[in-house]
């Protein structure tokens, strides 16, 4: 009997997703665990790989179709046979919590029907939104899939409220405001020569988390210099053993093994905020920055502080190469409790970098380059010196906590015999 392969979960939150490139066509021959074609989301482009061995009978979504979880892509079975006649009829979406705030978000199962997809439950990053700026979803219009609210409608709608206070006169009383729905966006003036090009998934998802990043979270910076002096003795001494282990040892992993050592150490910049208190992460899973011809996209490496340096220097070589090539999974880009964002590599002497929400801070590292230092006894030696910003949210992370936990940080980077 030929078998349906749906759209199957991606990930918590996730409802929708748009149907890539086709990797194989109708009549052709699949193995299990092949791939058969690429599923986008708002964070990460991944294939999806057949559950049995087969014919692909028919495929019934186009290249750039918007479906949601549960809907049926292809029929899969035998040569001879032919795709059912009438389809099952979907069952029931089930409904499951949102992390840390119990706000119930609807996920449909197989055979959900897209317009049971929204029942006026939202996401959890909207229901964060809603709780921490204290809103009313009645009164924000969503323009997502069958009426869904987006962060996109809350951000709108947070804009409106602030463009009537603005407006409103000093001695006026506060009136709830009516939104009304959000107008087309005007198109750009355009110059001679000027193009326009389209917003795909991935910048919009990036526009919307920073603006709502700074929005949501006071930014506050603390620079340090580090010595990478002894980094790169140690790496210089044991890169050819890792590379015969096939693996490549870059500063990114003692950063990890540092940042991890030092998150354990100050658990509270491995917190989140909210209203009900600090919420301390058990788990230490730090999000490494990675830059993408389109954009960026921040894969995790868990349970960072239980990894040596080697299994720290595999995960990053693994999950940078396989988040340059579009082959990450969905969960590999969830649940980071800390972030490192790298520009050495690309020459940055110094940066700062905007935090990832719902995280309590994020390490900015610019490059390491050999500069003269005058040490405590006033001799000159050449060291090879590299600036550290670390950017935390002030409702959690005060200025002298910031400076102890880069002074924490300091110290496991100058002396890694110590900490590895």
């Known amino acids: 009997m030929a078998t349906a392969i749906k759209l199957p979960l991606l990930g918590e939150g996730v409802v929708e997703a748009k149907i890539g490139r086709w990797l194989k066509a109708a009549g052709d021959r699949v193995e299990k665990g092949e ?22 009978l028919q495929t019934k979504a186009a290249a750039g179709e918007v479906l949601p979880v549960g809907a049926i892509l292809a029929y899969i079975g035998k040569p001879d046979e032919a795709p059912p006649a009438v389809e099952a009829a979907p069952l029931p979406a ?36 809603v709780k921490e700026h204290g809103l009313d979803l009645a009164q924000i219009r969503g323009t997502g899939l069958h009426g869904r609210i987006t962060k996109r409608d809350v951000l709108a709608y947070m804009e409106e409220l602030e463009d009537l ?63 990478f002096s002894a980094v790169a003795r140690d790496r210089a001494a044991r ?67 239980r990894l040596n340096l080697l299994g720290v220097a595999h995960a990053v070589q693994d999950l940078a190469e396989r988040a340059r090539r579009g082959a990450l999974q969905p969960a590999e880009v969830q649940g980071g409790t800390f972030t490192i964002s790298n520009l050495g590599m690309f020459g940055a002497d ?31 030696e050449i060291k090879q010196m590299a600036r550290l910003t670390l950017t935390a949210d002030h409702r959690l992370v005060d200025g002298a906590k910031a400076a102890q936990f880069l002074a924490d940080l300091k110290q496991a980077i100058e002396r890694p015999g110590v900490l590895l």
């Open 35 to 56: 791939p058969i074609l690429e599923l986008e989301t708002d964070k990460v482009t991944t294939e999806l790989v057949a559950d049995r061995a087969g014919t692909l």
């Open 94 to 129: 089930p409904v499951v919590e949102a992390r840390d705030k119990g706000t119930p978000v609807p996920v449909a199962g197989n055979g959900a029907d897209a317009a049971e997809l929204y029942t006026g439950k939202v996401s959890p990053v909207v229901a964060r939104m």
């Open 165 to 227: 206070v603005e407006e409103a006169p000093a001695e006026a009383s506060p009136v709830q405001p009516q939104p009304q729905p959000a107008p087309a966006a005007p198109a750009p003036h355009l110059a001679p020569g000027d193009t326009v090009e389209p917003l795909d998934a991935m910048r919009r998802t990036i526009a919307e988390h920073m603006v709502m990043s700074k929005r949501t979270s006071p930014h506050a910076t603390t620079v340090f210099e580090f010595d």
């Open 239 to 305: 890169k050819e053993d890792f590379a015969r282990q096939g693996v490549k040892l870059t500063y990114m992993a003692y950063l990890v093994v540092a940042v991890a050592a030092a998150l354990k150490a100050f658990p509270r910049a491995n917190s989140r905020w909210s209203d009900a208190g600090v919420v301390l992460k058990q788990e230490i899973n730090i999000g490494m920055a990675t830059a993408l011809e389109n954009g960026l996209i921040v894969p995790v490496i868990r349970r960072a502080d």
């Open 350 to 380: 110094h940066f700062t970098a905007i935090i990832n929400p719902p995280e309590a801070a994020i390490l900015a590292v610019s490059r390491a380059a050999k500069v003269p230092v005058v040490t405590e006894d006033d001799r000159i």
